[in-house]
């Protein structure tokens, strides 16, 4: 709980007339104070917790049986009591501010074994190891047991609590056990269920980031009146810039069409918006409504797509509709574009958006069409794909250009078809992590120097959302 203060710091308190204060018992008077001590406690600041989830900068294994081999490229972590194998992690925890302080730090490994003698974490003070360099024989020396796991079944996370060594910054972990047989636990580099440090943090809340932010969605304005809802997010919000993931303007894309039903409510914010074309846009032929409506900010006529900065991330606009272009395949004038424009690209961070989705399960599922964009995003390192086209919410875990999992290096997607055209529904898909097809809203999404942060705001009377944060690699 935060600090206390008087009423007359919160800005408001009770003035007496004189005839009141002469009337008023002593009695009265002291249940008065009573109730102004308690409404201070009340209305003081809570204390804000938060729970943020850490992957490991370094996982690798060392074994005394071949002590100068290096395993730090294996899928697994092998922990072994003879011949000895232990285990090795190394994290960076983001280091508290605003008066927060770590209250708890969980640290779970994905186990592929059964053991009734589990195993056991230990602090390593050395924080400079390499995971493809370390071994046995150059191991960091191993201090005190953190925490004993107990027995645990195979195919599960099993948790220790690591608190007493965690309070921001690097900080490493061995994991070792007593007995044989050998246990493996997934390492980052098998993709699913990697290393997780759980970190809880309370004290206060953070400062507010002067970071930039976008507002996201596509699928926008048609004679109905949602796309008003979603606009009023946006005169809200104020983002710093307005991305659109096509199919701005229903049924054809028209300027008519333009200027009736998108200018009205999303054009309040015209001249901070990087549009993409959907597909309606292209029932008027060349798009023309479109590059007539945003002009210069949408591309060259014959490409529709170009790239821009925002902060310190490096955005890429596509154009999925692929036979106007030239196609979307490996060799073609886009992908060849996107790849020099990623090459030349400085920024640590980058994400890119189009209409048609890699990705989906809604009312449309996956397009190999758009494979050889998200590899050569992919081979760039880039975090976040944007799209829209079904007309729904959804977040997916980060992937490889096939569609597996894939934590260390994989992106993001985020389907925001949500602008206010109509609702399709979801299938079941497993590798989503989020979703909802009923309501309209927008994402925001913070651009920080080295991570993001999204949410997903709904329009008014509705209640889902969904946020979170990554790391850039």
Request: hydrophobic residues 30%; glycine residues 10%.
């Amino acid at each position: 709980m935060g600090s206390w203060k008087t009423p007359l710091e919160y800005g408001h308190t009770h003035r007496m007339r004189p005839q009141e204060r002469r009337s008023a018992p002593k009695s009265a008077c002291a249940l008065l104070a009573a109730l102004a001590a308690l409404a201070v406690l009340l209305a003081s600041d809570p204390a804000q917790a938060a729970v943020q989830t850490v992957g490991p900068l370094a996982d690798s294994y060392v074994k005394a049986d071949q002590s100068t081999k290096n395993f730090g490229s294996r899928t697994t972590i092998r922990v072994d009591g003879s011949p000895v194998a232990n285990g090795y992690l190394r994290f960076d925890v983001p280091v508290p501010t605003g008066g927060e302080s770590v209250t708890k730090a969980t640290l779970k490994l994905w186990t592929n074994d059964s053991s009734g003698s589990g195993m056991t974490v230990h602090r390593v003070s050395d924080v400079s190891w390499g995971e493809r360099t370390i071994t046995y024989r150059n191991a960091p020396a191993i201090g005190t047991q953190l925490a004993a796991s107990g027995s645990y079944s195979s195919g599960a996370y099993v948790p220790l609590d690591v608190t007493p060594a965690v309070s921001g910054g690097p900080v490493s972990f061995a994991v070792k056990r007593s007995s044989s047989p050998a246990n493996a636990y997934n390492s980052r580099e098998a993709g699913a269920n990697p290393p997780e440090l759980v970190v809880e943090t309370t004290g206060g809340p953070p400062p507010p980031s002067s970071d930039p932010f976008i507002a996201v969605a596509g699928d926008i304005a048609g004679s109905g009146a949602e796309d008003e809802a979603t606009a009023k997010l946006l005169d809200t919000l104020a983002p710093t810039n307005v991305l659109t993931t096509g199919d701005n303007a229903y049924e054809s894309g028209t300027l008519a069409e333009f200027n009736s039903y998108y200018d009205p409510t999303w054009g309040r914010h015209k001249a901070k918006t990087y549009p993409t074309a959907g597909n309606h846009e292209y029932h008027t032929s060349g798009a023309t409504g479109y590059f007539d409506y945003f002009g210069a900010a949408a591309g060259e006529r014959t490409r529709g797509y170009y790239s821009f900065n925002v902060g310190t991330w490096h955005f890429v606009a596509l154009n999925s509709n692929c036979s106007e272009v030239g196609g979307c395949g490996a060799g073609s004038p886009q992908e060849q574009w996107l790849r020099a424009d990623l090459t030349a690209n400085v920024a640590r961070c980058t994400a890119a958006y189009w209409h048609h989705p890699r990705f989906s399960g809604g009312n449309y599922s996956d397009s190999s069409t758009y494979q050889p964009l998200w590899q050569a995003l992919y081979d760039a390192d880039a975090e976040i794909v944007l799209n829209g086209h079904d007309h729904n919410y959804q977040r997916y875990r980060p992937m490889d250009p096939a569609g597996n999992a894939d934590a260390l290096r994989g992106i993001r997607e985020f389907v925001v078809g949500t602008g206010g055209r109509s609702h399709y529904a979801l299938q079941t898909d497993t590798r989503r992590e989020a979703g909802n097809g009923d309501t309209y809203g927008v994402l925001k999404l913070g651009l920080h120097p080295d991570s993001y942060d999204w949410e997903f705001k709904p329009e008014a009377g509705k209640t889902f959302t969904d946020s979170g944060s990554g790391a850039c690699h």
